[in-house]
Structures are given as C-alpha cells and as structure tokens.
C-alpha cells in the first residue's frame, strides 16, 4: 500500500513533534549537556583536566572498574542462565513448561532494593544463617561470620536474580524467531552440536541476546539503590549520589557522569544499529515443532529439582524481607520468636511513610499523566505519519534506556540549581519529570503495539463519516487500545512508585520523600525503622505484583516485548 | 447528489506514477466502475475522492465545486472498504448512527433514520449485535448502511465483494443493485472483477499502469474493445492477425480462421489484429478450400462447452457454445470447419 495523504505530517503533527522536542530539550537534553559542558570546560576553556584528575583518583577509577565488573558478571550469568532456561523451555520436552514459565518471570516484581533489606537480616552478622549455624554448634557466638564482607557478590546475585527473566525473554523470543526446520537443515548439511551453535544459531539468537544483554548491563552498571544498602560504596553510581551530598560542587562528579553516559550511549548505539533491522515480528511463543531434545525421566527429575531450588534460592531475600515485616522480636534466632501485623499498619501511620506513600501517590499518577500525553503522541506519530527524520523521534523514545537514572538526576540537580525547579527547595516538578521520561519506552511501545494493531482503516472509515481526527481519536482510535492504555499506565504507576535512583538523589526533605527514599532513610534508623521498611518494601512487591499481572491480561503475550530494547 | 468530476488528476509515489493524467465524470446517480488488475491506479482514484488522498496535480470536483483541499470528514462522502471497517466495539445500530453523530439532526430522526436503514438493507433485528456476532454478507449490509444513511452526495465501493464467497457475491450484486436503484446515489465502484464491474455498471472504465485505456458502457466495451489488454481483461477473447481483403466487393479482414466484414473500411496498410469472442466462433463439418482446425480439447462447462483448436497454420483459437447435446457431437482429435459470425470486425489499436 502506497503511502497516503493523511500519512503525510499535517500542523497537528508538526505542533506535537514540537511539543515532544520540547519535552526531550526539557528532560534530557539540557540536563546531558550542562553535564558535558561543566566536564569538559574549566575556567571557561575546553580541558580535559577533570578526567585527568578523575582517572588519577584511585577511589574514582576503581569505583568505574567495579562497576563495569558487576555489570559484567551481572550480564554473563544471566545470559548463562538465560540461555538454558530458554533452551529447556523451547528446545526439550520438560514437563510443566507452563507452570515454569511463570515462575521464571516472578523475579520481575521483586525489585533488587527491596531484597537487600532481607538479605542483611539473613546474612548479617545476627541474623538467621549465623543463628542457625550456631544453634547446630558450627559456629562460635563470639565471632560470627561477616557474609556481607564481599558486598559485591551481594549485589551481584541480588541484580542477578531481578534481571534474568529479562534475559530470559529476550532470548525466548529469538529461539522461536529461529524456525526449527533451520536447524534441521543445517543438520541434514552436517552441522552438528558447538559448530551447528556457533554457525547457525548464534547468529540468528544475536538480535535478541544483545537486546536483553544491553539492558540489563546498563541496569547494573548504574543501580544506586542495591549497592547503596550494601553499603558498597566503590561503584560509580553510590559515588556519583555521594559527590552530590558534598556541600561543594564536587567537579569531578562530572567527569564521572559523562563517563558513565558515554559508556551506556556506546552500548545502546551498538545494539540498537548493529541489529537494528534485524528484528522480526516475533510468532507465539511454544512453536516448538521441530526439534526437541528428549530428555530421560532421570535427567527431567534432576532438572525439575535444580529448577525448584533456584526459584526457592531467587524468593529467599524476598522472603526473608517478609519475615522481617512480620517479626516482633528477631534477633539472634533462625525465625522470629514473636509475630505481629502492627508494622503493616505503622507503615500508614509513621509519619516519614505515611507522607512518602502520599507523596509517591503524587508523583507518580502525575508522571503517567505527563508520559501517557508524551507516550501518545509520540506512538501515534511513529505509527500513522510518515516523514524524513521520523526515526530521530523513534532514537528519542528508547534514549531514557541509554541515560540511566542516576545520571539524569545528577543532571537535574546540578543543571536546574537555583531555578524555580531547584530540587533543593521542592523536587516534585522534577520527581514528576523524570519518572516520566523513565518510563517512556515501556510506554511508547505498548502504545505503538495498539496503533498498528488497530490498523488505519477503521480510522479512515470514521473520517469518511464525518469524524474530525481528534473524535476518531476519542469515538474509535482510544477505545481500541484502551488495554494497551491501561496495561502501560497500570506498569508506569507502579514502576514510578519504586523508583530508586531518581527518588533516592533528587527528593532531599523528610516532607518530598516518596517511598523508596523513606525505606532507605528508615533503615537507616534504630527501633522500629528497619520493619517498617520492610512492610513498605512488601507492600510495594505486592503493587509491582498485581500491577505486572492485570498488565499481562491487558496487554497479552505483547508484555514479553516492553523489556526489549 | 453530486456529479463528480477528475480533471488531469496524477499522483506519483517515489518514483512510480500511480495515477497519470486521469480524468472522468460520473454523473448524477450513476454506478460508475472502475475496473483493471491490482496495482493499476484505481483504488488511488477513489481515495482521492474520499480525500484520503491528495492529487500531485489536478482536480478533484464535486458539481463543479473543487474539493481537493476538503479534509475526508468535510466531503460528505459514504464509504464502503474492502474490509467493511466495522467498529468492533460498536453495536450494529451505534455502526450505522456513527456518522449521523457528526451531522445536526435530531435525535429522533437520527433514530427514525437508523431504523430505516436497517430495514432497507434487510438488517432489521441484529441492531443490537456486534459485528463479530455476524456473518460476512450481514457485515457488507452494515457497512453499506453505515455508509447511506449520511445521504451521501457520493457512495465510494472499495471492491465490497471481494471478501465473500462466490454464492454470497452474487446475491450481494443484486443486493447492491436493488439499493442503488433505491437510493438513485452517485457511485464510485472500484473492482477488479469484471462479472461485478459488467453486470452492476451504469459505465466502465478500464485501468492499466495508472491510466484509463477505455471506457463507456459495459455492452460497448464488451462488444468494442479497444485494444488487447480490454479484449482479454473483459471476456475471453481471440487476437487474430489479420489483412485488408474484399470479398463479394465488400471490404473486410482476411484472418487465419476466415474473412470478416468490416465497416470501417480497408485498414491501415500491413497487418492489423482483431478480437473475435469466443462465443462468436462457431464450428462445422469440415469445408474444403475454407479455414478447417484440428480440435486440442474439449471442455465441458455445464451451460457451455469450449473448445481449443488449432488452425491449420498453427493459430490456436478458442471456441464456445451451448452445451446442447449436440455439441457434444465434437471431441478431440477431430478436423473441423471454423466459421466466424461476425457482423463488424473489431479492429485491435
């Protein structure tokens, strides 16, 4: 089909791309250039200068190697274990693939922050591996094991079990891309096991990989909130949020963003353009026809085995923050000795959550309002107009996945100082902005998906009845993809709700914290503070939960493509 | 009710020149087709008139009224897509008052007017149901509802039919009919289908690469093609070379199968080509010193048995007539005479 007219950008297109550019100079741009301006200037010249002192401070380079160790073990293991997963899943006749299935994406509601505060209880010097060890006489009482003592590992497994599924997806979806009559014709040419792997299928599984594999990269590289309870300060990102709390402007804070916005923008650009074109629509997932690896019964009952204990491995920090939120007195003992629901309710009434539940309310149904307008016009023009240039509009919607979230706080910090947005003096116009724009790719995409899924001709047909666009809009276009509407604001409420990077470094009064920020700042304090963290932390597993599944029902098997690059 | 006229209209896309130079008038009431193969230009004409389009030169007038900057909603105009375009999340009767929402009318003509329609398209009963609950002639009838109950000043058909099998398109053209002899509405029928365009049309016109090769009545272009591509796009045809002759001092056409009359005189000097229809060649037994072919196959049609033959020059040449039991008389293998029974050779440009 020809392009037609009403594909060709009209005024109402132009002032929303307008508009859109607006949003992006607002939120992204400026922030990433006054960065790079502060950087790279000194004494009003260009100077390399604060790298040089950058690279010359121990504490600055190793925080940079750390990180890109973490996120390099971080990447590898997921992807290993992605990639048997996927394999069991598509390629073996594993009993109870569905069931499976599901539970491998469980991960996804347990944000990593949250975990923490259970593994510290669990792995901590008092808590309930010591206890048991020294109830079974294993271990001395005065001098129990420091576990914590390696709180890189700890990040690591923590970032490891939240991101796998996202692995774990993507390379689901290019297994089924790859037609199993593929593989059998490469088998019938003589191909066979590490060369028919290497040759065919890594190849076609690329596109894929390296979209998960860039993601969760970027995920680890630039997590603030997991390392931060791990008091684990030797990573970029804790140093970045601790170069903000120095009462001078610390300028070196800038040449450590701009290095970590230079390494995530290389790594967004490589798989966005080396496998750019390469993607596919993607069938059903379980076209399994071809090829399927028989597995003896022992060998099932062994994989079915070790599957159960990584599940029950991955829910364990989880779990732990549970028992937290639920124990009266804990200290010294495998479980808690007395039990109690009053945290729950202290939650609601301690006036540091109390407010940053409101607050966090706020915030985030004024973010989806922002990024569901931004997100609209954004699909709906990528969808239905065609012009030169569109895809710039395209690179801009996936770009928050590039600029991680630290650096843009960073950004709006130094950059809005002294302005009527100065986070110093009120952080909700900002915390409303950058929660938006952070959730703008899940949003554009689950968008986009509606627009081409309701296709052109209802909207045509509506015009041809006398319909101005904006009630073809309202009549037909809206209610058509109202799930798709819905399942992106239900995600992006609940995403904004456990926000960390952005909360943690932007909100700095009692009054503007909202949720994730006050469990941090209650951990920090004696009595009571860490159970209701823990409560908040629980209530927060329990939005991500429901939030995740009515979005699945709204939005279909589609769900698997939001955390995609 | 609008006449619609297309002066000098062209649309490039890329490179590619979709519609060249076209232009037409329909007139008031008329069932206007458009037909030719996919890729010709004609669905691009009629989203020009629905305005879904725009002309890269040219006009688009509505009653002598240009219309070419009119956005599709100010048209007025009533559509009915290849798909039908049903609102699924609409009832049948919220499908066809969608459009009378856009128009100031009270609510209870809109009503009054919905009814109607549902009574006049054979629909009344299923207003409460949704498209998905009915079956693909039902739908057709919604979305030509949906599209007359605006009293369109122009009904745009985007080849309705072709989404229905063939027992069901055939009783949907008459259906088309009886509705657009009700409503006595301007129509724009777009199909490549050329039973729907020959047997509903008022006037054709035929399409290729963009520009219209012929038109007129349905009759005239059967009987008259113009050039190769109307002979065999219409109709089966035979595309005979043929020469200047006379016969009995009557000029005509001598062609491998025999000679024709021709009332246009000797034609141009060398070879010329013309169309012989089938159904206008006959056989018989085989006459010595006239045009005699050897049978290839006979096909049984039911109504109608065709024969391929090849004439003694290797032409091959295809004949049909009545299945009457004594057609059957003829089988393959056997020799027989070829008799053309043409009053007026149709000269091919």
Redesign the interface.
């Known amino acids: 089909m020809?392009?037609?007219?009403?594909e060709?950008p009209n005024a109402t297109t132009w002032l929303a791309v307008l508009a859109i550019a607006a949003f992006f100079v607002f939120s992204m741009a400026f922030p990433v250039l006054y960065m790079v301006k502060k950087a790279f200037l000194s004494d009003g010249r260009l100077s390399l200068s604060f790298f040089k002192l950058l690279f010359s401070n121990e504490i600055m380079t190793e925080s940079i190697v750390n990180s890109l160790l973490l996120a390099v073990c971080v990447t590898g293991i997921t992807a290993a274990i992605g990639f048997s997963l996927a394999w069991l899943m598509s390629r073996t006749d594993m009993p109870a693939k569905g069931l499976w299935g599901n539970l491998f994406l469980a991960p996804l509601i347990l944000p990593p922050f949250v975990g923490a505060i259970g593994v510290k209880f669990v792995f901590g010097r008092f808590g309930m591996i010591n206890s048991l060890l020294i109830q079974a006489g294993l271990l001395n009482p005065r001098s129990p094991i420091d576990w914590l003592g390696a709180p890189f590992w700890g990040v690591v497994i923590l970032e490891v079990l939240h991101l796998f599924p996202i692995m774990y997806l993507n390379i689901m979806g290019s297994f089924a891309l790859v037609d199993p009559s593929i593989e059998e014709a490469a088998r019938g040419l003589g191909a066979r096991g590490a060369r028919l792997f290497r040759t065919i299928m890594l190849p076609l599984l690329a596109p894929g990989f390296f979209a998960g594999a860039s993601i969760v990269f970027i995920w680890a590289f630039t997590d603030l909130g997991t390392p931060l309870l791990f008091e684990y300060t030797s990573v970029a990102p804790v140093q970045i949020f601790n170069s903000l709390q120095a009462t001078k402007e610390n300028l070196m804070g800038y040449s450590l963003v701009v290095v970590v916005l230079a390494m995530t923008a290389v790594l967004f650009a490589v798989s966005k353009f080396a496998f750019g074109g390469r993607r596919v629509d993607m069938p059903a997932f379980g076209r399994t026809s071809g090829t399927i690896a028989r597995l003896g019964i022992p060998l099932k009952i062994l994989i079915c085995l070790l599957l159960a204990v990584f599940v029950a491995l991955s829910i364990v920090p989880h779990v732990s923050v549970a028992l937290v939120s639920l124990s009266k007195e804990w200290f010294m003992t495998v479980l808690p000795e007395k039990w109690t629901f009053g945290y729950y309710g202290k939650v609601f009434t301690h006036p540091m959550s109390y407010v940053s539940i409101k607050n966090s309310i706020a915030f985030s149904s004024a973010a989806v309002a922002v990024v569901l307008i931004m997100g609209v016009a954004i699909a709906w023009i990528l969808a239905r107009k065609k012009f030169r240039g569109q895809w710039v509009l395209d690179i801009c919607a996936m770009l928050p996945l590039a600029v991680p979230g630290v650096v843009l706080a960073f950004g709006y910090v130094q950059g809005f100082f002294g302005t009527a947005l100065d986070p110093r003096i009120n952080p909700a116009p900002l915390l409303v902005i950058s929660y938006s724009v952070r959730r703008l790719p899940l949003v554009v995409r689950a968008l986009y998906a509606g627009f081409q899924q309701t296709g052109v001709?209802?909207e045509?047909?509506?015009?041809?009845?006398?319909?101005?666009?904006l009630?073809v809009l309202r009549?037909?276009t809206f209610?058509?993809i109202r799930a798709n509407l819905l399942g992106a604001a239900i995600l992006a409420f609940a995403f904004s709700m456990l926000e960390v990077s952005d909360s943690l470094i932007l909100a700095m009064e009692d009054r503007f914290y909202p949720i994730t920020k006050a469990i941090y700042m209650l951990l920090g304090r004696l009595g009571d503070g860490g159970m209701i963290a823990s409560a908040m932390g629980i209530l927060g597993v329990v939005l991500l939960a429901a939030a995740l599944v009515t979005a699945q029902k709204l939005l279909g098997r589609r769900m698997g493509d939001l955390f995609r690059t | 009710m609008v006449s619609v006229e297309l002066k000098n209209i062209t649309k490039k896309?890329g490179g590619t020149t979709?519609v060249d130079d076209v232009s037409l008038e329909i007139g008031r009431g008329e069932l206007f087709f458009l037909l030719g193969p996919s890729g010709c230009g004609k669905t691009?004409i009629l989203?020009m008139v629905?305005?879904?389009?725009?002309p890269d030169s040219g006009e688009v007038l509505f009653d002598a009224r240009d219309v070419s900057k009119i956005?599709?909603?100010?048209?007025?105009?009533?559509?009915v897509?290849q798909?039908y375009?049903?609102?699924?999340?609409m009832t049948v009767e919220q499908n066809i008052g969608?459009?009378l929402?856009?128009?100031k009318i009270e609510s209870s003509e809109k009503k009054k007017r919905v009814v109607e329609l549902l009574d006049r398209t054979r629909l009344t009963g299923l207003g409460g149901r949704l498209p998905s609950q009915l079956s693909g002639g039902q739908q057709q009838r919604v979305a030509l509802a949906?599209?007359l109950v605006?009293q369109p000043d122009v009904l745009?058909l985007d080849e309705p039919l072709s989404n229905l099998d063939t027992r069901l398109r055939v009783e949907m053209r008459e259906e088309i009919r009886r509705i657009h002899n009700e409503f006595g509405v301007t129509a724009l029928y777009v199909t490549h289908d050329q039973e729907e365009a020959l047997s509903l049309a008022h006037r054709v016109a035929i399409m290729r690469d963009g520009v219209i090769v012929q038109s007129g009545a349905p009759s005239d272009i059967y009987m008259r093609p113009r050039n190769e591509f109307v002979a065999r796009f219409v109709g089966d045809s035979n595309i005979l070379p043929a020469k200047a002759a006379r016969r009995d001092g009557r000029p005509g056409l001598e062609t491998p199968a025999g000679w024709l009359p021709s009332s246009s005189g000797p034609p141009r000097n060398g070879t010329v080509f013309v169309s012989v229809r089938p159904e206008n060649v006959s056989l018989c037994q085989p006459i010595p010193g006239a045009a005699n072919a050897k049978i290839s196959s006979v096909t049984f049609l039911g109504s109608a048995i065709k024969a391929e033959l090849a004439l003694e020059d290797g032409t091959a040449i295809t004949a049909l007539f009545p299945g009457t039991a004594n057609g059957v008389l003829w089988k393959s293998g056997d020799i027989v005479g070829v008799r053309l029974e043409v009053d007026d050779a149709v000269v091919l440009e």
């Open positions: 020809p392009s037609s007219s009403s060709r001709v209802l045509e047909a509506a015009a041809s009845l006398g319909a101005p666009a009630t009549t037909i209610p058509l | 896309y979709a691009t989203r629905a305005g879904f389009v725009t956005p599709p909603h100010g048209r007025n105009v009533g559509m897509f798909t375009a049903l609102f699924p999340h969608y459009g929402r856009f128009r949906r599209a605006i745009l």
